[in-house]
């Protein structure tokens, strides 16, 4: 019973956190909005029994998936998110990695100083952390006015309200996420094996790549997927630092929900949006477990 009941916790959990409000959201993208009702159509009538029930599921359309499809609005959107959240993940693991190799690196006794030091940043709000980037990179910002106090340029450079300031903004904010799991990683390996390789013959780089980085692997996949799953729905970095010329899909989700009220749209948008983000882990999972029976 009790064994029964520690495997049946996280079904629980993800019942009542992913799957009820996915299937929820998911009822919202094939109904239409209604008048002076709940903002969609239909509603289940369970009073009316098998009945109720198959009208329930034959007013249910896909008529808020095919508008998608017909408005250029959203596929640039989506191309977009991609766009930003693949190369800020890239750019977070080129940032990350070298500073989770130190940090493991490091003597025994630093190593709980630079964790803490990776988390700080957790202390303070997110949102203040994105503002305070404001000051720094508008045209008055620290940046601009430091570069042209050291004579590197005569004129305020554009930053604010640029794709690049949304990359600088989400490095920064999501670098932990990359850092931690690979560090993790990096923290477990045997030095033993790079003395072996070392032994072996091959310079420090050649055992780096030989050793290190395939044993670092797991903590290389798990720090891209929890910046590049966030990244791609983000809406407070691209809104405060990217502009109006800054298009993500988390900004369309926030516009169709709050300024046009088309919860429909909205929950069709998440669905899909949702079903792009499972695609890559699943097609993980795959390789994962193929390789696993190969090993075997």
């Known amino acids: 019973m009790r064994r029964f009941a520690l495997i049946a916790i996280p079904y629980l959990w993800l019942l009542a ?4 409000p996915f299937i929820i959201v998911l009822k919202i993208s ?3 909005i209604a008048l002076a009702r709940p903002p969609y159509m239909p509603q289940l009538d369970l009073g009316a029994g098998w009945e109720g029930l198959k009208a329930f599921f034959s007013e249910l359309d896909f ?9 250029d609005l959203y596929w640039k959107a989506y191309l977009s998110s991609l766009k930003i959240a ?20 490091a003597p025994e006794e630093w190593r709980p100083t630079l964790l803490m ?24 910002g620290v940046l601009n006015q ?4 050291l004579g590197v340029i005569d004129a305020p450079l554009q930053i604010m309200n640029t794709t690049t ?10 670098l932990p996420f990359m850092i931690l799991p690979i560090y993790s990683a990096l923290e477990k390996l045997d030095g033993a094996l790079l003395e072996a390789a070392e032994d072996l013959g091959c310079s420090r780089l050649e055992a780096f790549w030989l050793v290190t980085w395939p044993l670092s692997r797991n903590g ?11 990244t791609i729905g983000e809406f407070v970095i691209p809104s405060l630092l990217g502009g109006s010329d800054t298009l993500m899909i988390g900004k369309v989700l926030w516009e169709e929900f709050f300024s046009n009220r088309d919860w429909p749209v909205a929950s069709a948008v998440a669905v899909v949006l949702l079903l792009i983000l499972i695609i890559p882990i699943v097609l993980f999972q795959r390789n994962e477990q193929k390789q696993r029976e190969a090993e075997g």
Do not use: Q
């Not at 430091?146 to 106090?149: A, E, G, R």
């Not at 300031?165 to 999501?174: M, N």
């Open 17 to 20: 956190l992913f799957l009820v």
């Open 30 to 32: 094939l109904s239409d």
């Open 63 to 71: 008529e808020n998936f095919v508008f998608l499809t017909t408005d």
């Open 86 to 105: 693949a190369v800020s993940t890239l750019l977070t693991l080129c940032v990350g990695y070298p500073v989770a190799y130190a940090m493991a690196r």
């Open 117 to 140: 030091l990776v988390i700080l940043p957790f202390w303070t709000s997110f949102l203040i952390r994105v503002y305070s980037w404001m000051g720094i990179l508008s045209n008055e």
């Open 146 to 149: 430091l570069l042209m106090w």
């Open 165 to 174: 300031a949304v990359y600088i903004g989400v490095v920064y904010t999501y």
């Open 220 to 230: 290389i996949i798990a720090g891209c997927f929890l910046v590049f799953i966030p």
